[in-house]
């Protein structure tokens, strides 16, 4: 199967010469998407500690890590990570050092 180049570019209805380049809009910070993972990270570690689950404390430091990996705004996703991570940190800690929880056996 053998193509003919001539053929094809004049067929072509693009115009090279009329092309201009892509310049994205400004967003304010205001209307950045939100932040699901930084939201995610907070509900699971006030799961964590509220609740004593272990898995939940983690999953909100790995909520946590994902949102600082992705942050756009810095001042308020910052408050929002440093949040999840204190609950998270704060769970971690009352299921590892704290009391046993009734009805477990260690």
């Not at 949102?67 to 999840?84: P, R």
């Given at each position: ?26 967003v304010?910070q ?9 939201f ?8 964590g ?10 999953l ?47």
């Amino acid at each position: 199967m053998s193509h003919n180049n001539n053929t094809s570019s004049a067929n072509d209805p693009r115009q090279p010469s009329s092309a201009k380049p892509y310049v994205a809009q400004p967003v304010s910070q205001q209307d950045l998407p939100v932040d699901y993972s930084g939201f995610i990270a907070v509900v699971f570690g006030i799961a964590g500690v509220m609740f004593r689950y272990k898995l939940s404390s983690w999953l909100a430091i790995i909520f946590c890590a994902q949102s600082l990996a992705n942050m756009k705004n810095v001042e308020n996703d910052l408050k929002q990570i440093s949040m999840a991570m204190m609950f998270a940190i704060m769970g971690l800690v009352t299921n590892y050092f704290g009391p046993a929880r009734p009805g477990t056996q260690s």
